[in-house]
Structure formats: structure tokens, C-alpha cells
């Protein structure tokens, strides 16, 4: 995808920009919906509705009425109206039909009225969403004819509580926010190391003890306050009738059999290996404790399973089955006796038969078995559903089996991973997928025949918590690429263009702000990349963006807008100097704004985000542990080898350096990996930054005491004098230590200049 692209004649119909200005009839296809309707036929004339509309529903159509009410919820918040529903008039009618496709509609926009066609609950709800897409700016909605229909069947994101919990109200915000996409499956993991946030009456301690944790925090620092919660039973009721009432099936995570410290540190006799490290739950990583396979584990299993079927209708129950480290089972003699019991050659089959166990249970109970695509290994489980996250390779080997299949891979549906390289990222995977990626990913791999095709159910993103602490940030993370996913699941592959999609997603953000949704503005602001020439004291900079759109930037101070100097080539700036620059899509200004400014401090500077891992092994954006309350400082680093690069760095008249260092937890359960992370020795107690000149294995130029920073909970500047050096040089940032925990994290260098 090109970082820009060339602007394009727009006009304004009906209050939406629609690039071409020639034939009226490009005007319905233009209409800013998302997902992307199946056919648009444009009609003639328009209908405006305000207050005084009306919704007329069948008398005794239950969902009808739900519909009519979904389309007034959401034109109150949006619009402040609220239409009056009956059974006599209106000019908005939902009609029920029968032959039509599940969770197709039709819609017919006249200057006479709206209707709203479908054969069951789904198609009447999305119908009236599409109807409220055209209604929330206010303006009159072209005469429209919209016959639409899914691509796929399942159309889901997954929300990890687990790792740090989400109040009630917050996932009733992602309900609405996922109905308005026409998303339909949220799959909620409500149980791993971390935490079990569901209540299981039978078993009270699952939530009393491991509905909480006290986070990591670096040796010596001072204990973070104790977080976590968990959703009553009356609380997940009433979440799932919310969801039911939005076309939302709501898919309960139960891991087992790893995975399964939340579980095993509230009953140790569920477990089969040494007892629990204290504290090893708020860790993250991939942990070797494992259900064991006594017939009284699997009762408790099965008793949790019930409680958890009686709360949640869904066809599907999920059951994990990913990253079942085995060490435990091989070392057992109590189960390698049940092995040889059972006829069970190794442990990815003794996996296989756990699974298979389950998959019998939920069976019985009518429920269906979908697990991650672990559950292929040592035989797939005869019923069992594959959601396929390690690529796409489970998918395709579950359908070539028979198997239906969810595509979910990593990285590309991951949203813990950055969106951007911006330094306002939060923390999460140091390697961005932007919006561009997650809506270029395909969900029907072609090397299936049309046959195997039918097994691919649907798409799903997935947001993982580790490093996702707050509800804001939670967000940010899923939107706006769930509404790429959106689009992924819903509409058809030949009416795919990022462009097109770009220019509807705008829309979509604002009349969801009402609704409480702060998406991501890192798809659309751009970004600088200033080079720094010191013989005449100038810098060039380049701007770009994720959208591809046009940007507008002003030099002066002032706010620029859409008809500020058009972003062609790059800037030539003096020192020192403000930069601010937009995104516009037409006429439009899209979200978020570049606010930059330029000094002989600032581009001797260079934030985590600058500067460059020396490997890319395990790459994180980290937050420090401390302050306790407020904004903490973030630190990208490969936790693997912690080494930074400041490239091309301008060298000449620099006397000092000043490095901003913090120190956080090695709280990674990443087993024999860990021998694997060396550092040099250090020469005092706390050890030292060590900053070389050249490359990695250079000469040393300054050596900075960590001593001053141990104290400090939150992060230190440390300063050192530098011998003088010349012209543009790449430096190389490690420190000394006696092991991993903890680890130092930078989050800025600065360069120092003789006064």
C-alpha cells in the first residue's frame, strides 16, 4: 500500500463525500455504510428522519420489536431522537418474510418511508442498523435499495478478562459497539493463570482466591495495589440476554488442561506438579502447571462446565487446549501409569484423549467442542471445531479433515500488538499490525477446494491483556481494526478496497463516539520522520500515514485544516520550529493531528520508540511498574536481549549523554528460554548502562551507574560526559547484570551539546 496517495474530486450529497463528481449514480454506492453492503441500487428522491418518524412492527413480533427498539436506541444517542414504535403506522417498517437467508435483510429507502424486510430476528436488527448508518448525520437519506447478506457465519472478536479484568458496563459498551458492525460472536476467555472471573458456585474459591492478584513489580519496589474481579452469575445473565437482544452469541473460554494456574492455586489437588511459586500468577508467559487427569479432576471440570453451560446458550463451548507444556505429565509417575492404563502412546495423545473426554461431556449436554488448534495434535476429537490461531495451517488442516474451522491467526488478528510505531502507542507486541494488515488478511485460504471452504466457518480477532491494564486502553487496541475484521467477515472479497474502506470507517468512528467508543486515531495521523542535517542546522521531514489519505500541514503554529498546504514532498525546516499536520479524506479532517515541535535538544533525542532493538526475538512495549497511580513510563525492548541502537546519531559538539532508565519485573514464564539472555558482568553491585560507539562490540564511550536508579521505583536520567566524537555514528545501548530480574527498560537518550 503506498504511504500516500494523490488527492480526488469529491463532492457532498447528502451531507457524505463521494469521490467522483459525475454520474448521480455513484451516489448509494458511495454511502458511508461498514460493513460493506452486499448490492446498493440508488432510487430516486430522499427521506429525511427526525422526531416526528414512526416505526411501524408486526403486532406480537417479538423481535421485530427488538429491532424497532435497537434503531431507536441508537438514534437517541447519536441524533437525540427517538421514534415512536407501534403496529398501526410509520414510516419506518419492519416486515418479516420468509425464504430470505439467516441474518440477511433487505432495505428499501423511498421519499415515502423505510422498510425493513428479513426472515428472522438477525436480518430485521441488521436492517435497522443500516438504517440508522444513514440516519446519524441528520441529513436526508438517498433513495436507496440494499439487499445484504453475510460472507461468513461467524464473525467474532475475542475479549481476554482473564488477564485484567473489565467491568460489566465496559463489555456492555463492546456489545453495542460490535452490534453496530454486525459482529455476532463475542468469545469471552474468562479463565487462565492470571485469573477465573467467572463465579462457580459450587466451587467458591476459584473467584475468591484467583479472581485476584497483586501485579508484579521490580525487587525491592513497593507492592502495586491488589487487582483483579470477577462477573457474579446475575451479572453474566444479564450480559448475555443484553448480547442476545444485539445478535450476539457470547462463547465462554474454559482453559484446560494448561493454562491452568488460576485453577490449581485455588484447588492444589487439581494439579500434578510442585507446589505453586507464591506469586507466579501475576506472571506472563506460558506456564508448565497442567490439570491432572484423576477422575475427580474431571468431575470438577464437568461441574464447572455446567454451571457454565446453564449461564451461556451458545451452540459452542471453548475449551483452550493451546500451550499444554507437557513436562509435568512426563514427569508423573501417576500418569504415566494412567497412559500405559489406557493404551496411550505419548502425551500430545494423552492431550487428545483429555480433549476427546470433554468434547463427550459437552456432547451429552448438546453443546459443541472448539478449542485452539492444539486440540489437531494426537487426533482430533471427532465433533471438535478448530479456531486456528497459529497461522492458518490449523485451519486448513481441520477442514481438509472435515473439521469446521474459525480463522484467528497470529499476528495478523492479534490486537495486542501495536498499531503503530508511535510513541503514544500503549504497551502491548512490539511488532505493529496496522489497519492496512488486518484488512488485507483473507479468510478463505485458496489452497481449500470449494468443498473444504464450507468448513471455514467464519474470522476472529483477538485482544489478548497482558499489557492492555485499563478499559481505555482496551479500546484503543480493538478499534478501528475490529472494524476491518468487521468487514472481513461480512462483506464479499471482490468488494474489498482499503481506500473505499478508509473513506467509510470515518464515518462509522464519529457516530460511534456517542456511544462511548475512542477508537484508535493511529491509522490516520501521520508521522514524522525528521532528518537532521547539522552542518545547516536544518531538518527534512517526511510525513506519511497509515490510511494512505492526504495531509495537511501548517508550519506557524496554527491548526491546520482541510485547506491548509497539501503535504507533496518533503519539509524543509529551520530550528526551531512547530510542525502540525492532519489526515483529510475530501473534505473530511480524519482523526487525531501530528503536534510536533523541533528544537537543538529534540532531534539529539530519541525516545523507546526511536530507537532500534538490536534483535527481534521478543519484542514488547513494556509499562513501567511504578507510579502505582498515574502515567508510567513505556519501554520497547527485546526481552531476550535487552540492547538499543541509536542510529546515525548526530555526534559532532555532543559532550554528555543523559539516558531515562526504569526498572521493571522479569515476570516471564518462558521456561528453558531463559538461560538463553546473558549479560556482561557487571562491575558494581546495581550494575551499569554501557553505552558503545559503532556498533554492539565497539568502543566503550560512557559507562552510567544504575546505583541512582535502584532507589527509584519510576524511572531515573542518568548522565555521563562522552569524549568528543564526530559526524553521524550509531551507538549501542546494554547494561551489566547478574541475571534477568530485574530488567532495565529506556525510555529516552538524549545527546547534550557544550552550553
Not at 219 to 228: D, E, F, S, Y
Not at 567 to 594: E, F, K, Q
Request: hydrophobic share 45%; proline share 8%; with cysteine.
Amino acid at each position: 500500500m503506498p504511504l500516500t496517495r494523490p488527492s480526488f474530486p469529491g463532492i457532498l450529497i447528502a451531507g457524505w463525500l463521494l469521490a467522483g463528481a459525475a454520474a448521480p449514480a455513484f451516489a448509494a454506492t458511495q454511502l458511508p455504510l461498514l460493513p460493506l453492503p452486499k448490492t446498493i441500487t440508488p432510487g430516486t428522491g430522499s427521506l429525511r428522519i427526525d422526531g416526528t418518524t414512526a416505526i411501524r412492527v408486526p403486532a406480537g413480533d417479538a423481535g421485530a420489536r427488538n429491532a424497532a427498539e435497537r434503531l431507536g436506541d441508537l438514534l437517541a444517542a447519536s441524533r437525540d431522537i427517538r421514534p415512536a414504535i407501534g403496529d398501526a403506522k410509520g414510516a419506518i417498517r419492519f416486515v418479516r418474510t420468509a425464504g430470505l437467508k439467516k441474518e440477511s435483510y433487505r432495505l428499501d429507502v423511498t421519499s415515502a418511508g423505510a422498510t425493513i424486510v428479513a426472515s428472522d430476528d438477525a436480518g430485521l436488527l441488521y436492517g435497522a442498523i443500516t438504517l440508522w448508518q444513514l440516519a446519524s448525520s441528520g441529513e436526508p437519506i438517498p433513495a436507496t435499495r440494499i439487499d445484504d447478506a453475510p460472507r461468513f457465519a461467524w464473525r467474532g472478536l475475542m475479549l481476554d478478562s482473564a488477564r485484567h479484568f473489565q467491568s460489566p458496563a465496559f463489555v456492555k459498551q463492546l456489545i453495542d459497539w460490535m452490534a453496530a458492525h454486525k459482529l455476532n460472536t463475542l468469545h469471552w476467555h474468562l479463565v487462565d493463570d492470571q485469573g477465573w472471573r467467572l463465579e462457580i458456585k459450587k466451587y467458591p474459591r476459584l473467584t475468591e482466591t484467583s479472581g485476584w492478584r497483586i501485579p508484579a513489580s521490580a525487587p525491592g519496589a513497593p507492592a502495586l495495589p491488589r487487582t483483579g474481579g470477577f462477573y457474579t452469575q446475575d451479572e453474566v445473565r444479564e450480559i448475555v440476554a443484553y448480547a442476545a437482544a444485539r445478535a450476539i452469541t457470547i462463547v465462554p473460554e474454559i482453559e484446560m488442561p494448561g493454562h491452568a494456574v488460576a485453577p490449581i492455586r485455588a484447588y492444589p489437588e487439581l494439579g500434578v506438579g510442585p507446589p505453586l511459586d507464591p506469586g507466579v500468577e501475576s506472571d506472563w508467559g506460558v506456564f508448565p502447571w497442567l490439570y491432572n487427569i484423576d477422575d475427580s479432576t474431571f468431575g470438577f471440570l464437568e461441574d464447572v462446565l455446567t454451571e457454565t453451560m446453564a449461564l451461556f446458550p451458545s451452540a459452542y463451548i471453548h475449551i483452550g487446549g493451546d500451550e499444554a507444556v507437557k513436562d509435568q505429565w512426563q514427569a508423573s509417575p501417576a500418569i504415566q501409569a494412567k497412559m500405559r492404563a489406557l493404551g496411550v502412546t505419548d502425551e500430545k495423545a494423552l492431550q487428545s484423549w483429555f480433549i476427546h473426554r470433554i468434547e463427550l461431556f459437552l456432547s451429552k449436554h448438546g453443546r459443541r467442542l472448539i478449542g485452539w488448534d492444539e486440540i489437531l495434535e494426537g487426533g482430533l476429537a471427532p465433533n471438535a471445531t478448530v479456531m486456528s490461531w497459529r497461522g492458518i495451517d490449523g485451519a486448513i488442516a481441520a477442514a481438509k479433515a472435515g473439521h469446521d474451522t474459525v480463522l484467528s491467526p497470529a499476528p495478523t488478528l492479534y490486537l495486542d500488538h501495536r498499531q503503530s510505531v508511535a510513541a503514544n502507542e500503549p504497551p502491548g507486541r512490539g511488532v505493529p499490525i496496522t489497519l492496512a494488515d488486518v484488512y488485507a488478511f483473507d479468510p478463505a485460504p485458496t489452497s481449500l477446494s470449494a468443498d473444504e471452504q464450507r468448513h471455514i466457518l467464519g474470522v476472529q480477532a483477538n485482544l489478548w491483556t497482558e499489557h492492555v491494564r485499563t478499559e481505555k486502553r482496551t479500546q484503543w487496541m480493538l478499534f478501528p481494526r475490529a472494524s476491518a475484521v468487521a468487514e472481513l467477515g461480512w462483506s464479499a472479497r471482490d468488494g474489498h478496497d482499503y481506500r473505499g474502506f478508509v473513506a467509510r470507517l470515518a464515518p462509522q468512528l464519529e457516530r460511534l463516539q456517542p456511544l462511548g467508543l475512542n477508537a484508535a486515531t493511529s491509522a490516520f495521523v501521520p508521522m514524522a520522520d525528521a532528518k537532521f542535517d547539522a552542518a545547516r542546522n536544518r531538518i527534512t521531514v517526511t510525513l506519511a500515514n497509515q490510511a494512505g489519505s492526504d495531509i495537511r500541514y501548517t508550519v506557524d503554529g496554527r491548526m491546520p485544516t482541510a485547506t491548509s498546504p497539501r503535504y507533496t514532498a518533503p519539509i524543509d525546516l529551520h530550528l526551531p520550529s512547530r510542525l502540525r499536520a492532519i489526515a483529510v479524506d475530501g473534505a473530511r479532517v480524519l482523526p487525531g493531528m501530528l503536534d510536533e515541535s523541533f528544537d537543538e535538544a529534540s532531534v539529539r533525542r530519541r525516545d523507546d520508540t526511536q530507537l532500534k532493538t538490536c534483535t527481534s526475538e521478543l519484542v514488547l512495549r513494556l509499562e513501567d511498574d511504578a507510579p502505582a497511580a498515574g502515567p508510567r513510563a513505556k519501554f520497547l525492548t527485546d526481552i531476550m536481549n535487552p540492547c538499543w541502537q541509536y542510529e546515525a546519531a548526530p555526534m559532532d559538539g555532543v559532550t554528555a549523554i543523559a539516558i531515562t532508565v526504569g526498572q521493571i519485573p522479569f515476570n516471564f514464564q518462558i521456561g528453558k528460554e531463559i538461560e538463553k539472555i546473558r549479560f556482561r558482568p557487571p562491575a558494581t553491585a546495581e550494575g551499569e548502562v554501557e553505552v558503545r560507539i559503532d556498533g554492539c562490540d565497539g568502543a566503550k564511550i560512557a559507562t552510567l551507574p544504575l546505583a541512582p536508579a535502584t532507589a527509584n521505583a519510576a524511572v531515573t536520567t542518568l548522565r555521563a560526559t562522552i569524549a568528543p566524537q564526530a559526524g553521524a555514528r550509531n551507538l549501542c545501548f546494554t547494561y551489566t547484570a547478574n541475571g534477568p530480574d530485574p530488567m532495565w527498560g529506556i525510555s529516552a537518550v538524549q545527546l547534550e551539546t557544550r552550553k
